[in-house]
């Protein structure tokens, strides 16, 4: 584990309470503790042996494990982050895993609205199924949520666009894009969600 977690190493804390997440550079790591600056708005969302998630990129993939707040320096904004080495694991070997999501939303056009349906989804994007064409130099505003009713919200870029015919012969659109203006609360939000579901597949 010491050899993953490197002094200005990016990392990505979730806490508890979600709004409280944010990204930083590893400043030292220790055996299985590591620190890292945060900002004094958000400092109020820890407090000592509370539980957060952490998600770092690593040579062999991207690395998530539970820890706890070990300690809290509230004048120079650091928390000290401790965790087992039993309770991390990479979980994937290319930057963003892709998750069977099903949800509908609305997709908006300057003059016109497309409802739509999401086939899977992961930090860097979605695919989603149309009934109507749409344009692949365009950006759309989209918004969606996960599990909660948080709403996510930022610009969805067509990439590529595949017709595929339905049950009753009717033309579909399969439209694979990317997230742009994505806040990296959202990002995160969705990384977890992403890893949350792979484990659930992955002991099922």
Do not use: H, W
């Given at each position: ?52 998630e ?8 991207m ?32 930057e ?25 989804i ?30 996510i919200?930022?610009?969805f ?40 579901k ?7």
């Amino acid at each position: 584990m010491k050899k993953m977690l490197k002094k200005n190493q990016k990392i990505c804390i979730v806490s508890e309470d979600i709004k409280g997440s944010f990204s930083s550079k590893i400043l030292k790591t220790e055996k299985n503790l590591f620190e890292v600056a945060i900002n004094s708005d958000d400092i109020n969302y820890y407090k000592k042996g509370s539980d957060i998630e952490a998600f770092t990129v690593v040579d062999e993939g991207m690395l998530y494990f539970k820890a706890k707040v070990d300690t809290i320096k509230n004048k120079e904004n650091i928390l000290t982050i401790s965790f087992d080495k039993k309770d991390y694991e990479l979980l994937q070997r290319r930057e963003y895993t892709r998750i069977d999501f099903e949800k509908e939303f609305t997709l908006k056009d300057t003059d016109s609205e497309y409802v739509c349906k999401t086939i899977d989804i992961s930090a860097g994007g979605m695919k989603i199924l149309l009934d109507k064409k749409i344009s692949v130099a365009n950006d759309y505003p989209i918004q969606f949520s996960l599990e909660s009713n948080i709403p996510i919200e930022c610009f969805f870029k067509p990439i590529r666009i595949d017709e595929m015919l339905s049950k009753n012969k009717v033309v579909k659109y399969v439209v694979s894009g990317k997230f742009v203006a994505l806040k990296n609360i959202d990002k995160i939000a969705i990384v977890q969600f992403c890893f949350k579901k792979q484990m659930e597949n992955k002991n099922k």
